[in-house]
């Protein structure tokens, strides 16, 4: 099979893998509502991610306003300790380790490499140039965006923070 690369509205089609082929109106059907979840799945990622970044905010807002509360004298400095747990000279869990490797930059870590993930998958499949896949792409990302933020003033939000 090989590649048209112009656009064209075909039903044979090899999508990102050997075994993802199509041959029949129902196999493009199928590959069209594969596409189109995986663009709403993108921008559920790319909200929860949002979502995380918010409710992590908050936390640590109220934990600094408790800590100024209880210790009036430690408010402008931070609360964490920069004592370190001694393993190894270059393997030692100062305070400035244990702040990078938090459960929740782990989690952001995590979603946002799924999230380039299935960008770099959804970017190869509109390159096979199959309309039918194209457009499946396009109101796939529309109807995420409508679900998952159809907001414009998150919008800005979502670029600063992923």
């Known amino acids: 099979m090989d590649m048209d690369m112009s656009l064209h509205f075909g039903e044979r089609e090899k999508i990102l893998f050997n075994w993802w082929k199509t041959g029949s109106f129902s196999g493009m059907a199928v590959s069209m509502l594969i596409s189109f979840l995986l663009c709403i799945l993108y921008e559920a990622i790319k909200s929860f991610r949002y979502f995380l ?4 905010n908050q936390k640590r807002q109220q934990r600094h306003a408790e800590a100024s509360i209880t210790n009036p004298q430690n408010s402008g400095g931070d609360t964490i300790s920069e004592d370190s747990v ?14 990078l490797f938090t459960s929740y930059r782990l989690a952001q870590g995590a979603l946002y490499g799924l999230q380039a993930l299935l960008a770099y998958a959804l970017m190869l ?27 414009p003033l998150v919008d800005q939000h979502l670029t600063d923070c992923c």
């Open 53 to 56: 970044a918010v409710w992590n």
């Open 86 to 99: 001694h393993i190894a000279p270059l393997v030692q869990l100062s305070g400035f380790t244990r702040r």
């Open 125 to 151: 499949i509109v390159m096979t140039y199959n309309m039918n896949l194209i457009l499946s792409i396009v109101v796939g990302e529309a109807v995420g965006y409508f679900l998952f933020t159809g907001n």
